[in-house]
């Protein structure tokens, strides 16, 4: 009988396995990449600013990590092709697609302008649906593939202005269920986390309201907002061969928000 440390590492390892991170550079994304990395892929983190890509790659090679950093604006087509091309040809095409970058831009409804609705459904959900499609057949070629959006409590319900992004988040859950449909037949699974309230620079707006943030917290089952490494387990999850059997689902991590 094989030692649970080799039963555990066979059913999680992610050794031989290479990923695309989006927004890996700090938050949920930049948690998520380390988790993938220490975990054995080779890791791809994407995002606009060089320094806290460096950053986070001097952080994983350190460690003992494959990483590597592409720096492009997932905010027009034109930008989210050459950062995929780029990305490819650093360790390869990915066998794991995470979607993570996002901009939250949330002014009031009345207030919404289409200047804010096209750039947040520009890169909330047309970049994660053109990584899908430049990278979800290849994945689905080889017989293996994972693809993990980040998505919000306000893909379920309205609250704290949801606006554009609510909507982009909502609509990153559908697409995450089109994907799975498409591709789930040939091994690759396609699920969203969705995060309560985590204290990251994506809400860094609301952070600074002491009142709301105690607020939010009182309202999980474990009496807290969420931390980015919250996620770093269940996304080794959905990256790994243990969730071959799980997709097109939206998992809440959330510490209960959602169903108290």
Known sequence: MASSPSYLSDLFSLDGRTALVTGGSSGIGRAVAGALARAGARVVVVARGEEQLTATVAELAADGCRAAWVSGDLGSREGVRAVAEEAAG????????????GINLRPPMGELDEEVWDATLAVNLEAPFLLGQRFGPGMAGRGFGRIIHISSQQAHRAFVHSGAYGVSKGALESLARSQAEAWSPYGVTCNTLVPGFVMTPLNARLSSDRGRV???????MAGRNGLAED???????????????????????DGGFSVH
């Open 214 to 220: 105690s607020a939010l917290a009182a309202r999980t």
């Open 90 to 101: 650093v360790f390869g095409e990915p066998d794991i697609l995470v979607n993570c970058a």
């Open 231 to 253: 996620f770093e387990g269940a996304a080794v999850f959905l990256a790994s061969r243990a969730s071959g059997y799980v997709t097109g689902q939206s998992i809440h991590v």
